[in-house]
């Protein structure tokens, strides 16, 4: 992954992903994705059964990670709006 913060950077570092990774996997194919800063990762756990029944566990906040791998789970979620949580 490369974060390009300015728009006259963008090429060099493109040309730069698709080098690594042919290298890497045999293909240059890359994805280009928008920066979010300072995210959050909100799960909601569903559960339903074959006759329709459903229900939620409410949220749970999994911002705080390493590596990509949950550190923390905090419910609920803090920072989720009330009108957004009702929906």
């Known amino acids: 992954m490369r974060l390009v913060e300015r728009p006259e ?7 730069a992903c698709k080098r690594e990774a042919l290298k890497g996997f045999g293909d240059d194919t ?5 920066f979010v800063q300072r995210p959050r990762h ?3 756990q569903i559960f339903g059964d074959h006759h329709g ?5 409410a949220e749970r906040d ?5 590596r990509h791998q949950k550190v923390l789970e ?3 979620a ?6 957004v ?3």
């Open 62 to 66: 999994c911002s705080v990670q390493r």
């Open 53 to 57: 029944n459903a229900v939620h566990l």
């Open 85 to 87: 949580r009702q929906r």
């Open 30 to 34: 890359v994805l280009l994705e928008r």
């Open 42 to 44: 909100v799960e909601f």
């Open 9 to 15: 950077d963008f090429l060099d570092a493109l040309d």
């Open 78 to 83: 803090p920072g989720l709006p009330h009108d």
């Open 74 to 76: 905090e419910a609920p």
